[in-house]
């Protein structure tokens, strides 16, 4: 379905923006982000690039190196095959989220299957993302 095609698409490409978006703030909000990127460039460099490479764009960082059960894990926290009514921080105000669940109502299961392998190739393509917890997209 072309009009469903597109809609994961722009689901897709909203999510690199609401990452950037919701990157976590030093304690101080004065301080500013950990984001190396200047607010300004945001919009035109969350794309799927921006996090298929290891050169992070944070001024303070600490990662893990995922096991592929591990990064299962955070393809299906970002992409859920059964939307939780349950608060989850940082995802209520993402663009990318909201479309996501409106999709999910909107189709079929075998729909929405057919479109998270659509995503999960994409997602498998990416060098990193944060680490999310159940409950929040970055682990702070």
């Not at 030093?26 to 921006?50: F, H, T, V, W």
């Not at 939307?83 to 079929?108: H, P, V, W």
Request: proline share 5%.
């Amino acid at each position: 379905d072309p009009t469903g095609s597109k809609r994961i698409a722009k689901i897709y490409e909203q999510f690199f923006l609401d990452i950037i978006e919701e990157a976590p703030n030093r304690k101080s909000a004065q301080d500013g982000s950990y984001l190396s990127i200047p607010a300004c460039m945001r919009n035109e460099l969350a794309r799927p690039e921006l996090l298929q490479t290891a050169d992070l764009p944070f001024t303070q960082v600490q990662y893990r190196v995922c096991t592929d059960a591990q990064w299962t894990m955070h393809f299906d926290r970002f992409f859920p095959i059964s939307i939780e009514t349950a608060k989850r921080q940082n995802f209520g105000r993402c663009t990318y989220y909201a479309d996501y669940t409106a999709l999910c109502s909107a189709i079929t299961k075998k729909s929405l299957l057919r479109a998270l392998r659509v995503l999960r190739v994409e997602f498998d393509k990416l060098a990193w993302v944060p680490f999310t917890q159940s409950d929040r997209m970055w682990t702070t």
